[in-house]
């Protein structure tokens, strides 16, 4: 079974920076689209989010291990320095940022999309604690990724959407 939603198209864009093979993580995976497109694709993925629930129907996905795990209550729970790629989109919790980025083996690709400040204006989220400040992909990352690409964007659309992504390599 194929997941509801399409991949992103900045995962599908940037995914050739995450070597070939590697060991992916998906964060906050939601219903699985950009686990079950990984693997379909040849990476080793581990999708986890606190509610497995929406995931269900893709959950037998060969290359996918899923794992319920709230991030934001119970800690990170994975080792440092051995995933080819972390995936994040749409979500946002910044102290689990240093994590995100220590996660990352060398060579690694960090491939991160979410909202940003001025989303407010379109809909959901609106909270500034879900929500991008200008830039602030890019300072996470400073001096510990080599930014391959970022983007602060107004998307079109009904509604827009206000939004922030970064494509990024550990050296």
Not at 95 to 101: F, R, V, Y
């Amino acid at each position: 079974m194929i997941a509801e939603l399409p991949p992103s198209p900045w995962v599908c864009r940037w995914a050739h920076l995450i070597p070939a093979r590697g060991r992916v993580l998906d964060v906050a995976c939601g219903g699985g689209r950009h686990a079950v497109w990984l693997a379909a694709h040849g990476w080793q993925v581990t999708a986890v989010d606190r509610d497995l629930t929406p995931s269900a129907p893709v959950r037998d996905t060969p290359g996918v291990v899923w794992l319920q795990h709230d991030l934001e209550r119970d800690g990170w729970p994975f080792p440092a320095g051995v995933w080819q790629g972390v995936v994040v989109v749409n979500y946002l919790h910044r102290p689990l940022m240093p994590h995100l980025i220590e996660a990352l083996a060398a060579g690694g690709a960090l491939l991160y999309a979410t909202y940003a400040q001025g989303q407010q204006a379109y809909g959901r989220p609106r909270d500034p604690a879900h929500l991008l400040m200008p830039g602030e992909l890019l300072e996470w990352v400073r001096g510990r990724l080599r930014v391959v690409a970022y983007e602060d964007v107004l998307e079109p659309g009904e509604p827009p959407r206000r939004r922030q992504r970064i494509a990024a390599v550990r050296p």
